[in-house]
């Protein structure tokens, strides 16, 4: 059965380093997103992306969170200077259309 | 804005005892109710899609009912392996890329 992965499965960084993280999304799906969760709270959207752009962001998502799809396959999150707040589990999630999201096993973001 | 709530929080039940998750929402025009799946330090696993009021999806031990206002998730005669914790999302109208609104979950324990 398909499914979407993700890499690293964790990640330690210090605080105002760059991390970014990646996502190999199901075959053939269209659409992809970011979530995040910080641990003992609710899955929190990110971003949503397609067609090459962003979609669909929430207030977390700021100007130093980028996304991109670089070479058709991979999808990654990018956060260009950490913060302590930003240790959290990220997951990836892909769709074939605008409704079921199948989410990846997430990478686990800690930074120091 | 749009809510998500479950309960109970926890719920720990003995092996072949049935019971049901509660999950109400507040949302502007609803596309769609899902419910997954999550084991501790995983990504979410998508067990069913409801789209509409009266809509009812099985799935081996689990049946998922949804209303104008709530959706149930029924587990019948569970095995420990049901062990887990249920999330719910909700996806409304104003959502048009497919961002996932969540609960908060259901921690289940279901002891032998």
């Known amino acids: 059965e398909p499914e979407v992965t993700q890499t690293p499965s964790h990640q330690v960084t210090q605080m105002g380093q760059e991390v970014i993280l990646r996502c190999v999304p199901i075959s053939n799906h269209l659409y992809f997103y970011w979530y995040r969760q910080i641990l003992g709270q609710k899955v929190e959207f990110l971003v949503s992306?397609?067609?090459?752009?962003?979609?669909?962001k929430s207030e977390i998502f700021d100007d130093q969170f980028s996304v991109e799809r670089p070479d058709g396959s991979n999808f990654t999150l990018k956060i260009r200077s950490t913060k302590l707040e930003d240790s959290a589990m990220y997951f990836c999630?892909?769709?074939?259309?605008?409704?079921?999201?199948?989410f990846g096993p997430g990478t686990r973001l800690t930074v120091t | 804005e749009d809510q998500v709530t479950q309960s109970p929080e926890a719920l720990r039940l003995q092996e072949g005892e049935s019971s049901s998750l509660n999950c109400s929402y507040t949302?502007?025009?609803?596309?769609?109710l899902f419910w997954y799946r999550q084991d501790p330090g995983k990504g979410p696993e998508f067990l069913f899609t409801?789209?509409?009021a009266g809509e009812e999806k099985e799935k081996e031990r689990l049946k998922a009912t949804l209303t104008k206002k709530e959706s149930f998730l029924h587990i019948t005669a569970p095995k420990p392996e049901d062990s887990a914790t249920y999330l719910c999302?909700?996806?409304?109208?104003?959502?048009?890329?497919?961002?996932?609104?969540f609960g908060a979950g259901t921690q289940v324990v279901v002891t032998p």
């Open positions: 949302v502007s025009g609803l596309r769609g």
């Open positions: 999302a909700v996806q409304g109208s104003t959502d048009s890329w497919g961002k996932l609104q």
């Open positions: 409801l789209y509409s």
């Open positions: 992306f397609y067609n090459n752009e962003i979609s669909e």
């Open positions: 999630a892909t769709a074939g259309g605008p409704y079921e999201q199948y």
